[in-house]
């Protein structure tokens, strides 16, 4: 029997959920042409390239680790690992971490984070600390600039416990020999993380309940009339994959030869921009319930149709872009295709860019540790 792929199984969720008629949240094609042609206008004429990639990627915000190194490996695992909910309400102070005479908020106070701890010579990113960290040196590792601490903090303690037991029982002690496993091939090395890290296993039965009183819309749907056995979205499996992959782009010292079957990553942020652009669109109720603030049960059907129907726009962007990309004629030999990955970076950099020009549109808020 042949195993399906990782990435091919989020492709699979996303095209049935976007399938759904009389869903809260649908696809509109045109519209995901209309934002292609707006993310091609913004890179003005700028070409990917394995060097370009991995210098925009290394040093980000000036957080990321500078260059491509054995340490720089480790902080990825890290960071991906911890990488969710960083939200708070609109009455609360927001989780804030000052580093360096900076005050930074969301990712970027994870990654102030775990920087400042390597700086107080906290090894953070070493397996035997992850596996007995507790919840008092997490808590110190964390703390905020504001009286509002990192969310879920009790969980993220069992997220490193796991984390640093698994890398030492299965992989020893190595993130590096996690990779090597893998051998260059991404939905291998995914299909490692999803497997032995439970904390990266984003997905869940896909609950017959779920999907009552619903229909497919035929020319989406390229399966069968039954929803898939599993719903799988595998963000931080995917988003660790393409971290690694960013970072060591230029030296080929670490080459995920099939990158371009990762999909997008389904956080709270794209499917923002995605709505902004009008490539996804919300019910007048939906979209009522998420300017309410009011936080949405993880795994609830709206939360599942926002994250599917997100991956599949982006999905019809990334083809659209490589269409503008052709017509280009950006088609040196050091060009690098653009894909899945690098269309979330465009749009998560855009969202994040322009906070007050997106803030019509709401985000949905979820408690989770997938994203």
């Known amino acids: 029997m042949t195993v399906q792929q990782p990435s091919q199984l989020v492709r699979e969720t996303a095209r049935y959920i976007a399938s759904l008629q009389d869903a809260q949240v649908s ?39 500078p260059r491509p190194s054995a340490q720089a490996l480790k902080w990825i695992f890290t960071v991906d690992t911890l990488n969710f909910c960083f939200w708070t309400g609109s009455g609360e102070e927001p989780f804030t971490v000052l580093y360096k005479n900076k005050n930074y908020t969301g990712y970027w106070a994870l990654c102030a984070a775990i920087n400042r701890a390597i700086d107080e010579q906290i090894p953070i990113t070493e397996p035997q600390f992850m596996k007995t960290v507790d919840l008092q040196t997490l808590l110190h590792i964390f703390r905020s600039a504001t009286s509002t601490q990192i969310p879920l903090i009790h969980e993220r303690v069992q997220v490193l416990n796991e984390a640093g037991r698994v890398l030492i029982d299965e992989f020893n002690s190595s993130v590096q020999t996690l990779v090597d496993r893998a051998n260059g091939n991404a939905q291998a090395m995914m299909q490692l993380v999803i497997s032995n890290f439970s904390s990266y296993n984003d997905s869940m039965l896909a609950e017959p309940a779920l999907f009552r009183n619903f229909k497919q819309v035929d ?18 499996a995917q988003i660790l994959v393409a971290d690694i992959w960013a970072c060591f782009a230029s030296e080929k010292a670490i080459v995920f030869r099939d990158i371009s079957l990762l999909t997008m990553f389904a956080d709270y942020r794209v499917p923002q921009i995605l709505a902004w652009l009008g490539a996804i669109e919300y019910s007048d109720s939906l979209m009522a319930l998420l300017k309410s603030e009011e936080e949405l049960d993880s795994g609830c059907r709206t939360e599942i149709e926002i994250r599917g129907c997100s991956i599949h726009a982006v999905e019809l962007i990334r083809k659209e872009l490589e269409s503008l990309q052709e017509e280009n004629n950006s088609k040196d030999s050091d060009t690098v295709v653009i894909n899945s990955v690098l269309t979330d970076f465009l749009l998560w950099d855009y969202a994040t860019a322009h906070k007050k020009k997106l803030a019509e549109i709401p985000v949905h808020h979820v408690k989770s540790i997938y994203y």
């Open 219 to 236: 020319d989406i749907s390229e399966s069968n009339d039954l929803p898939p056995a599993r719903l799988c979205f595998f963000k931080r």
């Open 27 to 65: 696809v509109d094609p045109e519209a995901c042409k209309r934002a292609a042609s707006f993310l091609h206008n913004t890179l003005h004429g700028q070409k990917y390239t394995l060097q370009s990639i991995s210098s925009s990627w290394c040093n980000a915000n000036g957080l990321h680790p």
